[in-house]
């Protein structure tokens, strides 16, 4: 059973910046992309950037520039740090693995409440 820890999060100030980290645990099998997602209150929950095995990355327009993905193969462990902060940047972000292959599945963490405010 894969199963997905977030941390990081909290209250910070426009302008601010935080690093979101996602721990798996659990056998991965084959190929798989590690994703960062955001919902804010009633909103869509929207990717803000995932990250291939490779480390090719793709960003959300709205964070392009500000935030940078990366992630730690060895440790199946994956990071978002955040610049630049804005109120609209207030959600519950959600780390994400999307396995490849024949049956690919995803995986979710619990969230990890981001809230930027002065």
């Known amino acids: 059973q894969v199963q997905l820890v977030e941390s990081g999060g909290g209250l910070v100030q426009p302008g601010g910046s935080l690093r979101l980290s996602c721990a798996a645990s659990?056998?991965?099998?084959?190929?798989?992309?590690m994703g960062w997602y955001r919902q804010a209150p009633g909103k869509q929950r929207e990717l803000v950037a995932d990250?291939?095995?490779?480390?090719?990355?793709n960003y959300a327009d709205s964070v392009k520039g500000r935030f940078t993905i990366s992630r730690d193969n060895a440790k199946k462990a994956a990071y978002l740090q955040m610049n630049s902060l804005k109120p609209q940047d207030t959600a519950v972000y959600y780390c994400?693995?999307?396995?490849?292959?024949?049956?690919?599945?995803?995986?979710w963490g619990q969230g990890t409440q981001v809230t930027v405010s002065s």
């Open positions: 990250i291939t095995t490779g480390g090719t990355t």
């Open positions: 994400c693995v999307k396995t490849l292959g024949l049956v690919p599945r995803d995986y």
């Open positions: 659990g056998r991965i099998f084959g190929l798989y992309n």
